[in-house]
């Protein structure tokens, strides 16, 4: 069993940044990959980017390519989005969450967060 925690949400203007935070518990978390997704009111969860358990590895979808930057640090046991020069459509809840592989596909993620929300005001 693993438990994630997000933070790091809040309002922030067009083009600002933010840094999220997912914080996860167990001494396992070293052995899962991560990804983060989100969701924009009426939309449906989508895939934002994911993670291989030593890092190795990452998978951005296209719409956060090249502004957002996904990161963990085992030894904090915290898994990281740095996003950069934000877009109103970005506005979302955004989800931390953990898979047995590295995968974009929702239902191979095992463990999920409560979420955090970001808004990108223009």
Known sequence: ??????SGGGLVQAGGSLRLSCAASGRTFSSYAMGWFRQAPGKERKFVTAISWNGGSTYYADSVKDRFTISRDNAKNTVYLQMNT?????????YCAATKVL???????DY????????VSS
């Open 86 to 94: 934000l877009k109103p459509e970005d506005t979302a809840v955004y």
């Open 1 to 6: 069993q693993v438990q994630l925690v997000e």
């Open 112 to 119: 999920w967060g409560q979420g955090t929300q970001v808004t």
């Open 103 to 109: 995968t974009d596909y929702i239902h191979d993620y």
